[in-house]
C-alpha cells in the first residue's frame, strides 16, 4: 500500500538554525514521484519540488535541499539558515505511475510537518 | 489572472443556505480537484475531474454537488450543511499525465453556523 509518513508533527527552529524535515513512503512500485509543498498561513499550498524514482541526485535550490535515498525510501527537505518566512505547514506526497494507479490521479500525502522559525 | 483562483475567500453560512464555491485555473490543465482541509486533519481529496468528467468521488455527503463545465472551472455547490464541514476548501489543477503535479489556488475558509 502507499503511504506517506511525516513523524515531525511541529519543530520549532531559532532563525538561521538548520532544519530537516522528513519524508519516509511506502510504494509496491519502481516508477513513482515525490513531491514537497508548503502551505503559509495565507492556506494555498505552494509546489516546492518533484523527484521522480530514477533520478537519486540531490538537488538544491537556494537554502533549500532535498536529499532522496531509495534504501531508506526517505525523501528528506533541508532549510539552511532559516528565516521567519519559512514558517508553514510543509507537506510531502507520492504519486505512481499511471499503470498501476489505473484511473487513479491521487496523490499520497503525508500529515504535514509544521515549521515554525522564530526570530 | 494567472495560476488557480478562488471565489470567495471566506464564506459564512447558516445550515440552511445554499451556496457556490468557484476554481478558475489558468495554466491549460485538465485535471481539477476539489480538497478539503479541516483542523489538525490531513488533506481530504474529495472529487477529481478529468476532461469534465468525474473520475472520482471519495464517498463525498450529498450536501457537496462539484460541476466542471469545461476544463478551466470548477464549482462546489452547497447545501444543508453541518458544522462540522467547516474547514478550508482547496482546489487544485494538473495535467492529466504523469506525474501529476497539482498546483492550488488560495482555498475558501468556509464556516457554518
Known amino acids: 500500500a502507499q503511504k506517506v509518513t511525516q513523524a515531525q508533527t511541529e519543530i520549532s527552529v531559532v532563525e538561521k538554525e538548520d532544519v530537516t524535515l522528513d519524508c519516509v513512503y511506502e510504494?509496491?512500485?519502481?516508477?513513482?514521484?515525490l513531491f514537497w509543498y508548503k502551505q503559509p498561513p495565507s492556506g494555498e499550498l505552494v509546489f516546492l519540488i518533484r523527484?521522480?524514482?530514477?533520478d537519486e541526485q540531490n538537488e538544491i535550490s537556494g537554502r533549500y535541499s532535498w536529499n532522496f535515498q531509495k534504501s531508506t525510501s526517505s525523501f528528506n527537505f533541508t532549510i539552511t539558515a532559516s528565516q521567519v518566512v519559512d514558517s508553514a505547514v510543509y507537506f510531502c506526497?507520492?504519486?505512481?505511475?499511471?499503470?498501476?494507479?489505473?484511473?487513479?490521479?491521487?496523490?499520497?500525502w503525508g500529515l504535514g510537518t509544521s515549521l515554525a522559525v522564530n526570530p | 489572472e494567472t495560476g488557480v483562483t478562488q471565489t470567495p475567500r471566506h464564506l459564512v453560512m447558516g445550515m440552511t443556505n445554499k451556496k457556490s464555491l468557484k476554481c478558475e485555473q489558468h495554466l491549460g490543465h485538465n485535471a481539477m480537484y476539489w480538497y478539503k482541509q479541516s483542523a489538525k486533519k490531513p488533506l481530504e481529496l474529495m472529487f477529481v475531474y478529468n476532461f469534465k468528467e468525474q473520475t472520482e468521488n471519495n464517498s463525498v455527503p450529498s450536501r457537496f454537488s462539484p460541476e466542471c463545465p469545461n476544463s478551466s472551472h470548477l464549482f462546489l455547490h452547497l447545501h444543508t450543511l453541518q458544522p462540522e464541514d467547516s474547514a478550508l476548501y482547496l482546489c487544485?489543477?494538473?495535467?492529466?499525465?504523469?506525474?501529476?503535479?497539482?498546483?492550488f489556488g488560495p482555498g475558501t475558509r468556509l464556516t457554518v453556523t
Open positions: 523527484r521522480n524514482s530514477f
Open positions: 487544485a489543477s494538473s495535467f492529466d499525465r504523469v506525474p501529476y503535479e497539482q498546483y
Open positions: 506526497a507520492l504519486s505512481e505511475a499511471p499503470q498501476n494507479a489505473g484511473n487513479n490521479r491521487k496523490l499520497i
Open positions: 510504494t509496491r512500485d519502481t516508477t513513482y514521484y
